[in-house]
């Protein structure tokens, strides 16, 4: 079993930045994937940023260039640095990984880019 405990969202302005943190109860070593999903409003849950296991990155179209995802190890933990963001960045942010074939996700945090 993997818990996930995120932190980070909130409300910035259009153009502003914010970092998105996910800190796990076992050491990020074992896990196969972690990355980041969200939610916007009325929408599908949809791929953010995601860490593969052999170091592969990828990140989705309209973050590309605005968004970094990385990992600190030493505090199990993978963070999603979100930079110039748009109103259409606004949803709800999940934390998810993958370890020994099971899925497991954070409780989610809410981020709003508004002015």
């Known amino acids: 079993q993997v818990q996930l405990v995120e932190s980070g969202g909130g409300l910035v302005q259009p153009g502003g930045s914010l970092g998105l943190s996910c800190a796990a109860s076992r050491s990020i070593f074992a896990l196969d994937t972690m990355g980041w999903y969200r939610q916007p409003p009325g929408k599908q849950r949809e791929l953010v940023a995601r860490?593969?296991?052999?170091?592969?990155?990828n990140y989705a179209e309209p973050v590309k260039g605005r968004f970094t995802i990385f990992r600190d190890n030493a505090k199990n933990t993978v963070l999603l640095q979100m930079n110039s963001l748009k109103p259409e960045d606004t949803a709800v942010y999940y934390c998810?990984?993958?370890?020994?074939?099971?899925?497991?996700w954070g409780q989610g945090t809410q981020v709003t880019v508004s002015s």
């Open positions: 998810r990984v993958a370890f020994l074939g099971r899925v497991y």
């Open positions: 860490l593969g296991s052999g170091g592969s990155i």
